[in-house]
């Protein structure tokens, strides 16, 4: 957890430094498999690829104009769902690159596309969905998206994006115990 900070943190100080992008534009990173990122096989841990789609997220969010937005109305960026689909493994010590691509976005929620490529193979997806909160009160993506200098009309997701997330909400309704 220290390192997931430390790398938040990294990020948000050295936005200055760096060139600032369209909040739809898609961004690559290249990293390496640490010690701590594998498991007993020497193989990268499910639980560590939602930590580097973060760093992916937050450095879109820092380097565009949603910062100012998102920081100057006190809201917050929330997970609302997402979905990871295994290809190959990742190995220590190896480089990846992580590239993030907004797949679109609706009034509520924003869509993007994570892809873990090492070696011109995409060894896994991830797709999540997003929203922007205020004292627990989703805030309109579409207001937001339009002050940060993005279109003003929403840019809707593949449906098969879409579909991965349909019954996420009738799922966690129909789960709950009583």
């Given at each position: ?36 990122d594998?498991?007993g096989?020497?193989v ?7 930590a580097?789609?973060?760093y ?8 565009s ?6 920081v ?8 609302g769902?997402q ?10 010590w190896?480089?990846?690159e992580?590239?993030l691509?907004?797949a ?21 997806i ?15 993506l ?12 929403a ?10 997330f ?13």
């Amino acid at each position: 957890m220290i390192h997931y900070w430390y790398t938040i943190i990294k990020i948000l100080a050295l936005r200055k430094f760096q060139t600032s992008i369209a909040l739809d534009e898609s961004i690559t990173r290249t990293f390496r498999v640490r010690l701590f990122d594998c498991d007993g096989l020497r193989v990268m841990t499910a639980s560590k690829y939602p930590a580097y789609m973060d760093y992916m997220r937050w450095e879109l969010i820092a380097r565009s104009k949603l910062y100012k937005v998102i920081v100057g109305r006190g809201m917050a960026p929330t997970l609302g769902s997402q979905k990871i689909i295994y290809r190959k493994p990742l190995k220590l010590w190896t480089k990846f690159e992580v590239k993030l691509v907004t797949a679109g976005w609706d009034d509520k929620w924003v869509y993007h596309l994570h892809y873990f490529i090492q070696e011109d193979y995409t060894k896994a997806i991830g797709v999540t969905r997003a929203l922007i909160w205020k004292k627990d009160v989703p805030h309109v993506l579409a207001d937001i998206i339009k002050e940060a200098g993005g279109p003003s009309i929403a840019q809707t997701p593949s449906e098969w994006v879409l579909k991965m997330f349909r019954d996420d909400k009738n799922i966690i309704e129909k789960s709950q115990f009583q």
